[in-house]
Nanobody, 127 residues
Framework: QVQLVESGGGLVQAGGSLRLSCAAS????????MGWFRQAPGKEREFVAA????????SYAHSVKARFTISRDNAKNTVYLQMNSLKPEDTAVYYC????????????????????WGQGTQVTVSS
């Protein structure tokens, strides 16, 4: 059974930083692209960042580009999201997800392209 467990969320002041981690188990982590999504109250889940199985392809939402960095450590079955210069509008529950297809060269940004999701971790940015 595939499990994704996020950690690292919390409360931070605007301008601060957080690093989210997502530990995966249950299938060959290194074969699948990974993504981070977020959902604010009353809003739909939205794409934040994604990384291909090898780490060679990365994509970011425009709203987080140059502030967030996604990375992965295949030896540790873990994907990370380093979040810098946080803004109140970054407040949301953050979810990691594993893509449906193995060895896909390009990253995918649609929720329909992911089949396993973590339980989410809350990030709150105060002004």
């Amino acid at each position: 059974q595939v499990q994704l467990v996020e950690s690292g969320g919390g409360l931070v002041q605007a301008g601060g930083s957080l690093r989210l981690s997502c530990a995966a188990s249950g299938r060959t982590f290194s074969s699948y692209g990974m993504g981070w999504f977020r959902q604010a109250p009353g809003k739909e889940r939205e794409f934040v960042a994604a990384i291909s199985w090898s780490g060679s392809s990365i994509s970011y939402a425009h709203s987080v580009k140059a502030r967030f960095t996604i990375s992965r450590d295949n030896a540790k079955n873990t994907v990370y999201l380093q979040m810098n210069s946080l803004k109140p509008e970054d407040t949301a529950v953050y979810y990691c997800a594993s893509s449906k297809s193995e060895y896909r060269r390009v990253v995918v940004t649609d929720t329909d392209d992911y089949d396993y999701w973590g339980q989410g971790t809350q990030v709150t940015v105060s002004s």
